[in-house]
T-cell receptor, first 112, second 112 residues
């Protein structure tokens, strides 16, 4: 059973460009979470989605950031007009009935 | 405000030297406490979930315990392959039940 998959694993963008991060949850999981890990800091919750719905986006900046989890296909975290402060590791986690969230390998975003 | 504090920040052990990592938390209505292991450049790997004070769980050389204010991760006779960052996270009951709140982690280095 494949785990949570994320791509790309590494992404380099120049300031002002768009970053698009993808997450495929574990098979059978319909709950997806996105977290951000800044250098030397802990993981911080960004957004929680179920299929076609955003349930909790309290941790996501109001501007430039958006997330979706369509009926078909992976969940997408989109960052528009990236700035250097967006450089971080972005992790996706998924779960089903139990409370345990299983994490993907992350996407490391570097903004030049 | 819900908060998780891990100590020490870093720990260096000799192979076979047992020790404990601490995770103290303040949260309104604990739904669960989670331990993860994170290797450099990878995503968090699930270890344990604890739900109520007095609960204990074991896996190989690791044992996690929970009280009303803190959790301990005991490492017995560690080996170099146990070197990693150990993350503690809580899931709160009131309003924050959708997300995990992480501590900053303990970086463990086990030397032969």
């Amino acid at each position: 059973n494949a785990g949570v998959m994320q791509n790309p694993r590494h992404l380099v963008r120049r300031r002002g460009q768009e970053a698009r991060l993808r997450c495929s949850p574990m098979k059978g999981h319909s709950h997806v979470y996105w977290y951000r890990q800044l250098p030397e800091e802990g993981l911080k919750f960004m957004v929680y989605l179920q299929k076609e719905n955003i349930i909790d986006e309290s941790g996501m900046p109001k501007e430039r950031f958006s997330a979706e989890f369509p009926k078909e296909g992976p969940s997408i975290l989109r960052i528009q007009q990236v700035v250097r402060g967006d450089s971080a590791a972005y992790f996706c986690a998924s779960k089903e009935v139990s409370e345990t969230q299983y994490f993907g390998p992350g996407t490391r975003l570097l903004v030049l | 405000e819900d908060q998780v504090t891990q100590s020490p920040e870093a720990l260096r052990l000799q192979e076979g030297e047992s020790s404990s990592l601490n995770c103290s938390y303040t949260v309104s209505g604990l739904r669960g406490l989670f331990w993860y292991r994170q290797d450099p450049g990878k995503g968090p790997e699930f270890l344990f979930t604890l739900y109520s004070a007095g609960e204990e769980k074991e896996k190989e050389r690791l044992k996690a315990t929970l009280t009303k204010k803190e959790s301990f991760l005991h490492i017995t006779a560690p080996k170099p392959e146990d070197s990693a960052t150990y993350l503690c996270a809580v899931q709160a009951g009131s309003g924050g039940y959708n997300k995990l709140i992480f501590g900053a982690g303990t970086r463990l280095a086990v030397h032969p």
